[in-house]
């Protein structure tokens, strides 16, 4: 009589989930008197309660006798929580052999795949769980969904998470969150944002019951409770998915509406530090700097140690131009924690914007000796070397970082470097290189570019010309690719077809210089010379302060038999770059031919003599003026003693 209570008991609160009082009265009752089920019952709620070691001497007794599917199963179940998922699997394969018609052996199985990772077993396992149960394929394309993310396979772990949420009453509010993390991997963002909102209507009324929303899961997963509490607490973690709706809402150009995601957040988790710099973030991608630092020095305040906090703070600093206070910032950083590398990079990368060179590349050089394994910091000290023109160095620089990590960039950068230094086959050989490791790099026009400026550093012109032109194909609205192909199409010969790509890139910017240039010089050539004048004009206003553009007027003006305003172009030339010869050469012509001003046409010429000569002795310098054509011998003569009178045997040139 008694033991039929105790059963009666038992079963009663166990389907009331009453675990602790369900266990007392399993204890009455005894498993002596237990059927097979009702034993396999016990020892769930043993291993529900904390009591596992328990819960497998039931089960091990039971199978000792008897081989039942389902005990395999609950076992199986059991292992698997405990991290024993080479056990699990032996005991579903046997419950499988017995009988492979229910859906929770394969389920159970391909949990226990998936926990090895062994991706393709749950691939399948999963497959054939979906054939068999239909009260239970939302929550098997959620787990198939996350296999498919594991392996890669978003569009397919995409098409599992719609499917586990296609049902209203039966989807929670993670399947919409995993279906968005898939679509964000496709590239579909706005997509991506509504089934994440799905995911955050619905907890945000689960939050409002008083179980968070807890036994609707249960019963919509058929999840165990702690499986259910860790979904739970999961969500809370990411501050109902807030935190990630914020970064998604931002990369998709919605800086305001990700603000607003996270000031709601910090309404119901207001001290939430991850809240607060992800706030400071927003503030400052909406250019409000001044919030951004009040924060920011408020956090860091408060967190002192933490520092993502200061990292940020610098961050922002830097993107206002405020260099001083950023390398102050980090150099407190770097006092509180003196080992850490990445405050260490950071600082060198600072100093290197505030041009404090040395200093950048002192602790550039000591990161790669106390981190030589790490290729970020050989590729920042290659970085560093390539702003000092120290080619060289950022090619072993680069070599290094390629021998820690095969990376395309790396590849690109090394072959920038080695360009730099006339090395054109091997930089193409780079370039290469980084394409077989990304194919992509073939439908970016900077490749193809590159690849124009190795073609050029060679002289290859026709197939420089089809560089570029690959690169226009993928970029027709980049003028300095047009420039590039027209400075090419030039050396060629092909004065024709770089005047057309000259006219083209002025289309896209009719203020850039040195399309503006290269075009005047073209007309210049062929003998367009009102042309050339025109472009030389614009090119002298939108570069006043460069003595090549007064010095081609200058030139245009001569041709045109302008020579008034040759010399004062000629003039303007020498007063920005007094240095500079060939300006008072031809100022020299112009005042000897024809204005017939003999006295300052020698004293251009004694000034060409001066810088023309550089280093050389007296001799080998008048020896220029005796080979100088256009001149009489008088004014060689007048030149000579304008020279002597003036510079005597000084070898200094100003």
Known sequence: MFRRWSRKMAKKLHRQERLKQALVWYGRWGTASMTEDELIDYAGLLHDTGHSDQALTVLNELLGNRDNPHAYERRAHIYNELGQEELAIADLDAAILIDPSPYLYW???????????????????????????????????????????????????????????????????HYHYRQSQALEKLGRGEEAIIALHAGIRLLDEWSKLSDQGASIMKSRTNYSHAAVASFIQGAQDEFGFRLYDSKLLEENGHPDRALASIEYALSRYPNAVELLLRKAVLLRTLSRFAETEELLIKLRGDHPLWLPATMELSTTYRMQGKLSEAIHTLQEARERAPDNRVVQYWLADAYREADRAEEARVLSRELTELEPEDPINWKQRAELAIDADLYAEADDAYTKALSLEQSADYYMRRSFARYMLDRYEEAMMDIQSAIALEERLLQESRTSYALGELYVGMENWELADAAYTRALALEPDNPQIYDRRARSRFSAGQLAAALEDCNRGLQLDLNNARLTWLRGFIHFRLDEYDAALADSRVYAQLLPEDPQGHYNLGVVYNQLDRHDEAIASFTKAIEISPFEPQAYLERASLWYHHSFDRGRAAHDLAQWLLYAGGEREESDRFALLNDLRGFDDEMRERAKAYFLDSYGNSRYLS
């Open 107 to 173: 389920y159970t199985r391909a949990i226990s795949h998936h926990d090895l990772g062994q991706y393709d077993e749950a691939v399948r396992d999963f497959e054939e769980a979906l054939m068999r149960r239909e009260d239970s394929k939302a929550s098997t394309f959620y787990e198939l969904g996350n296999v498919y993310m594991k392996l890669g396979q978003f569009e397919d772990a995409e098409r599992s998470y719609r499917m586990a949420s296609i049902d209203p009453n039966r989807t929670v509010p």
